[in-house]
């Protein structure tokens, strides 16, 4: 692929994303599952505590703005309005995918974003399967360099690079060089899914290969197989990706998946979560973080409040939960109890 078609599918993205509906039809699972309310939480809001330490950095919540864009123009000023915003509310930031930053390096500042966000917690982020592809672990550490990034992530998103149609699909003989990488970059990995989530399987794998954490990007949010529908050029492609629109495993499954399999891996929960309540959810269901995309790609590009105001929202809705189950701090919401919404 040539980097002019590179930046052309970044912004394909960015804007498809914006414009269309690319939501999957399958459930991120969480609908089923609710909170016992607790009419006597004996608790001062106020003194709730939601902040923990993950990663060498302290946060003032468990929330990620998940990795999103990065390569052109209109992605840098999401990015740094995403950035500066994290930096206020004392929450995680991840970049979009940042290849095109390595084998170009004047593209390298639509990712940098330290001079606006000093102290947060950053995920640098490269797609896994350019192992195969020639991709190294000294590019991979140069990935990390150049944004001073805290943690590598590794995306996995077989589906999607079957059906783009300038794809990168050989998979195989992958692990190896993920391990590589753990072993050689000089920063915590996490492999991350991009919305069909995480088995039993891959949990297991990926732990055997030495990642320090696992985000399992559900399915229930962004069909990225949807995307890729609309970026499609023929018939045929279109057709192909448009049946995969349900695919995947649900957002809380994969967090049970991982946490059955490999209890002392973080995981960060993603792929589809609509607000803190969603959440509470999957911090009580075990995973450590939770992250979200769609709402902050649209305040992004607006304005480094919208984005800040969409962490408020987020951040407040996950407080009242924890007043409403009786929850002072993560470690107590991770306890509480859950039922079944039938």
Known sequence: MTQGQLEQRKADHIRINLEQDVASRATTGLDKIRFVHQALPELDMN???????????????????????????????????????????????????MRAAVVRPETAHTFQVRDVAPDILLFANIGAVQLNYGFTVDQCRRAVDLVRADVLVLHLNPLQEALQPEGDVNWANLLPKIEAVVKGVGVPVVAKEVGW???????????????????????????????????????????????????GISTADSIRNVRATVPELPVIASGGLKNGVDGAKCLALGATLFGMAGPFLRAATESEQAVHDEIDIVTRQLRVTMLCTGAANLAALRQIELASNT
């Open 47 to 97: 003194a709730i505590d939601m902040s923990l330490s993950i990663y060498g950095k302290t946060l003032q919540s468990p929330l990620l703005i998940s990795c999103m864009t990065g390569g052109t123009e209109e992605a840098r000023l999401i990015n740094r309005n995403l950035a500066a915003a994290a930096q206020r509310a004392g929450v995680a930031m991840g970049l979009g995918s």
């Open 197 to 247: 989530g995480i088995s039993r399987r891959a949990a297991t794998q990926l732990a055997e290969m030495g990642v320090a954490g696992i985000d399992v990007a559900g399915a229930g949010g962004t069909s990225w197989s949807q995307v890729e529908m609309y970026r499609a050029r023929t018939d045929v492609q279109r057709r192909v990706a448009a049946a995969f629109v349900d695919w």
